[in-house]
Nanobody, 124 residues
Framework: QVQLVESGGGLVQTGGSLRLSCAAS????????MGWFRQAPGKEREFVAG????????TYGDSVKGRFTISRDNAQNTVYLQMNILKPEDTAIYYC?????????????????WGQGTQVTVSS
């Protein structure tokens, strides 16, 4: 089992920034691909970003490329999502997830463990 706890969400104005954190506990964090997903009301869960187990490879959803950056600190068992130039359409609950796959897969079905989510609201 891997337990994931997100933090860092909140209310921000258009053009602002937020940094989300996801603290992991349980099994060896460095064995897992990590991902961030988001879900807005009435919409399907959307892949935002993923990072390989050693941090050497990252993948982003098209809607966040150039604005968001995913990173991880395996010594601290934490994965981060730096979000810049935020837009109202970024408003959603953001979820951290862990996958036992050997590469980043941008699909929710590939992830075995999920956090409870943190709300991000971008005001216009």
């Amino acid at each position: 089992q891997v337990q994931l706890v997100e933090s860092g969400g909140g209310l921000v104005q258009t053009g602002g920034s937020l940094r989300l954190s996801c603290a992991a506990s349980g099994r060896t964090f460095s064995n897992y691909v990590m991902g961030w997903f988001r879900q807005a009301p009435g919409k399907e869960r959307e892949f935002v970003a993923g990072i390989s187990s050693n941090g050497g490879r990252t993948t982003y959803g098209d809607s966040v490329k150039g604005r968001f950056t995913i990173s991880r600190d395996n010594a601290q068992n934490t994965v981060y999502l730096q979000m810049n130039i935020l837009k109202p359409e970024d408003t959603a609950i953001y979820y951290c997830a862990a996958s036992a796959m050997i590469t980043v897969v941008p699909k929710a079905s590939a992830y075995n463990y999920w956090g409870q989510g943190t709300q991000v609201t971008v005001s216009s």
